[in-house]
């Protein structure tokens, strides 16, 4: 667990690192003097100015940072950032927000090459392995609920009287399970890298609805792509997965707008609950580590766009009232909303990080 959860940190880190190079390399490109590029936040522990710019590491390992002459406060010099067309300013705003989509897309062509977790059909031959039956819903008052049974975990083998069924498909475990009601059935289980029995025994009478043992089920595989389709499917991935989670937080902000609260079943966390997930996705294996990760980058990146001030989206909505007006809006008032944003957003994080620690003890 130690293990996971520094490659859970790291992989955290080298996402803010890998966003903060993208204004790098973008502010570069453009000839804009970059005075500072830190990994971690002050105070420093090492520095070296190369060129013009300081590379550093930092004592607080909670991020990166990359301080660009001029954005801050505007400065008549040719190398500044408030000197540069409007169009380049952009560009380096949103380097920082595009890494996020190409890191993304860059797991997923992995993950699509390796394996993606898939849903298929009983019948689905081709690119698939390690196919399974997975439990994807479980009934209150039924035999799998009474049994221990979780959501997730996977019928392995099936066993009663004389019947011992290796199961990859979910119409053996339907045809097996109604051969074994009223009878003590034991079913082979696995649920992440644990492999254990479960004793039960499936109904003889039951709503019409559930079955025997009162689960839903699902056959997953690994479904992998050649080398030379996977780096399309992982662009697609991408652009699913963003579309996926800007249709849930519009439902979510609709319940929330209409008086409903936060919907059944969906969790707002922070990085507590995220190291939990990755702990989670790390037992399922390399696929579900890495696309966990792609899910996070995405997040990320539709976070920072969101035209809040201290944040890229802010910093851009700022660029664009500044063309519409034809002149450079005030400084001091640009950072002073910055930073109590800023703060706002620190009190935010506090305050998810203390809820889930009161829920953890």
């Not at 590379?55 to 500044?80: H, T």
């Not at 705003?93 to 849903?119: E, K, N, Q, R, T």
């Not at 690119?127 to 009934?139: G, S, Y």
């Not at 389709?229 to 662009?235: D, H, N």
Request: net charge neutral.
């Amino acid at each position: 667990m130690v293990l996971t959860i520094i490659i859970a940190f790291l992989s955290l880190i080298g996402l803010v690192i890998l966003h903060e190079l993208g204004h790098f390399l973008l502010a570069k490109k453009f000839g804009i003097k970059v005075e500072e590029f830190g990994i971690g936040y002050p105070p420093r522990f090492l520095g070296k100015k190369i060129g013009e710019t300081i590379y550093s590491i930092n004592f607080l390992p909670f991020g990166a940072f990359v301080k660009i002459y001029g954005q801050e406060q505007r400065i008549d010099d040719p190398g500044s950032f408030s000197n540069k067309p409007f169009y380049q300013k952009a560009l380096v705003i949103l380097g920082g927000v595009a890494v996020f989509w190409v890191v993304s897309a860059i797991l997923l062509s992995v993950v699509m090459g390796l394996g993606v977790p898939s849903l298929i059909e009983d019948e689905e031959e081709g690119f698939l392995r390690n196919p399974k039956v997975q439990i994807i819903a479980i009934n209150p008052d039924s035999p799998a609920n009474e049994s221990g049974l979780k959501i997730g975990d996977s019928i392995a083998n099936i066993k009663c009287q004389i019947l011992d069924v290796k199961i990859d498909k979910v119409k053996q475990v339907q045809e097996t399970i109604e051969s074994c009601k009223g009878e003590e059935t034991v079913l082979a289980v696995e649920r992440g890298k644990e492999k254990f029995d479960i004793h039960l025994v499936p109904r003889v009478s039951y709503p019409e609805d559930q079955g025997p043992l009162g689960v839903a089920l699902a056959r997953t595989a690994l479904k992998s792509y050649p080398w030379y389709q996977a780096p399309i499917e992982g662009i697609k991935a991408t652009g699913n997965l963003t579309v996926a989670i800007i249709k849930g937080w519009g439902f979510v902000f609709k319940s929330i707008f209409q008086g409903k609260g936060v919907p059944a079943g969906v969790e707002i966390g922070g990085p507590i609950r995220i190291f939990e997930l990755f702990i989670d996705m790390s037992a399922l294996g390399i696929s579900y580590f890495l696309q966990f990760i792609a899910l996070i980058s995405i997040s990320l990146a539709l976070i920072n766009i969101l035209p809040l001030p201290a944040l890229d989206g802010g910093w851009l909505v700022f660029l664009i009232i500044e063309k519409l007006r034809g002149k450079p809006l005030n400084d001091k008032i640009v950072n002073r909303i910055s930073i109590t944003f800023f703060f706002l957003l620190i009190a935010l994080m506090v305050w998810i990080t203390i809820r889930d620690i009161i829920r953890i003890f």
